[in-house]
């Protein structure tokens, strides 16, 4: 397609509004709302995954659109009447139908491309850790508003009427929303019976993909393969119907998006542990003596290494041979919903986590110490307050001065938890030491476990 003809398809085209359409509405959804691609390390200007992952998940409302954007693009023709004039050329309609789906697919594609090139350099000038492990991601996304715009320019032209753009926008909305809420989901149960759902293989022919729960998750390179084999046959399809001249054509034309569809399904993992996996070379620990992080966060080790000596350097000098040995960041990724699972020879801690994101220096190391003692049993992904009373108390055992615990919670609720953690700290104080270092024990036994109470530990009652 020479540019010259590609200006000119520009111009008598709905492509250029379509790639203005889709990048500003995408750059305004993550701009003017406040959610959770901006916090914490998953933001999607922090690191290169969680950029890829957070502008994929826009597909949710980008997909439909390209697709009854496409739509539009195919009654063209159809509008202007010229249909039975065009096939009485001589030009081959194989050769108009690529013009008129290769300038569309130029456009969106380079409209998503500028998309990530915004979150890209916000990530660069946020991070030392550069790899390419992204790029799938992002490149996947690209082809399913490319695939989705040209079935629907094969949709419009198969069926020419002023309801087809409308409809198939609303239907692969539709088609997404089922994905991700019941069709794509399967009904579990943890181990503790708590109920809950993890995606199943038909959720992966949709473009989005889950919440952005963890940085060290990515997609798994069998999940790229499958996904590109349906979004393929969805083009052929697309193309197919483009140039398809009678209703058998446009039957057959059919094939290709129902083949890559089987195929894809053969294809794509059932194991929802095999379609989000975790990153090794991003969760690979790098290390300053006992204190590690993983690869991705290596630049914040220079200012973890000091006060995560000190942790347990005290932690040792009140607890003995009971003590933890080093501090790592925890880069087990568990199903939502199961218990955390916490070690008595490492204090393992989240930079997400609410006492550590807000730490830094002494109070950073006061943080540490009480993960070390009471690292929390709230079920992986869900929220709740905690054990930050009795996290104050031990931190303050080990200190050897009741202290404030940093928090990015309110200031009234900080006040709440200090004024509970005072009673329970002056009655522990008031033991003799070896009765104090036997319930703090028991309460560390019962945290480290998640299967007792800390609160009924520290008061002397049995761990149950």
């Known amino acids: 397609m020479s540019s010259r003809v590609m200006r000119i398809e520009l111009k008598r085209s709905v492509a250029p509004w379509a790639g203005a359409l889709v990048l500003t509405t995408a750059l305004a959804f993550l701009y003017l709302l406040d959610a959770a691609w901006w916090r914490g390390t998953t933001a999607w200007t922090a690191q290169w995954t ?21 739509a539009l693009q195919g009654l063209r023709d159809h509008r202007s009447k010229m249909s039975e004039l065009l096939t009485s050329t001589p030009r081959p309609a194989w050769h108009r139908a690529a013009t008129l789906a290769g300038t569309t697919a130029i456009t969106l594609a380079s409209a998503f491309a500028l998309l990530v090139l915004v979150g890209a350099v916000q990530v660069f000038a946020h991070t030392e850790y550069t790899h390419l492990g992204w790029l799938p991601i992002s490149l996947v996304g690209a082809l399913f508003l490319v695939a989705g715009a040209v079935l629907g320019m094969g949709a419009g032209r198969a069926l020419p009427s002023a309801l087809t753009p409308p409809a198939l926008a609303m239907s692969a909305f539709v088609f997404t929303v089922l994905m ?11 181990a503790t019976g708590i109920p809950g759902t993890e995606p199943n293989r038909v959720s992966l022919l949709s473009p989005t993909v889950q919440e952005v729960r963890d940085v060290l998750v990515t997609v798994s390179a069998s999940v790229h393969v499958g996904q590109t084999i349906w979004l393929l046959g969805m083009a052929a ?10 209703p058998r ?3 057959t034309a059919l094939t290709p998006v129902l083949a890559g569809a089987v195929i894809a399904l053969l294809v794509l993992p059932s194991d929802p542990r095999r ?7 991003a969760a690979e620990l790098v290390c300053d003596g006992p204190v590690c992080v993983a690869r991705t966060h290596q630049a914040r080790l220079a200012d973890l290494a000091g006060p995560g000596k000190e942790a347990l350097r005290l932690l040792h000098g009140a607890l003995g041979g009971q003590a933890p040995v080093s501090v790592r960041e925890n880069t087990a990724v568990l199903p939502e919903g199961s218990t955390p699972q916490w070690s008595r020879t490492t204090v393992l801690f989240d930079f997400d986590d609410d006492v550590i994101a807000a730490a830094k220096g002494p109070e950073l190391t006061s943080a540490l110490i009480a993960k070390g003692m009471v690292p929390g049993c709230v079920p992986v992904g869900w929220s709740g307050a905690g054990d930050g009373v009795a996290q104050t108390v031990a931190a303050s055992w080990v200190l050897g001065d009741l202290t404030s615990l940093p928090g990015t919670q309110s200031a009234h609720l900080g006040s709440e938890a200090d004024a509970e953690a005072r009673p329970m700290w002056t009655k522990l104080k008031a033991l003799p030491r070896a009765e104090q270092l036997s319930r703090i024990n028991a309460m560390r036994t019962a945290a480290l476990s998640c299967e007792g109470d800390v609160y009924d530990a520290l008061k002397g009652g049995a761990s149950r």
């Open 249 to 251: 054509a446009r039957l």
């Open 237 to 246: 399809t697309g193309f197919a119907l483009l140039i398809a001249a009678t």
């Open 275 to 281: 379609m989000y996996v975790v990153d090794e070379a």
């Open 50 to 70: 969680s950029m890829a992952m957070w502008t994929r998940s826009l597909l949710f409302y980008l997909w439909p659109l390209a697709v009854g954007l496409g």
């Open 180 to 190: 991700h809420m019941s069709l794509g989901r399967t009904k579990t149960e943890t």
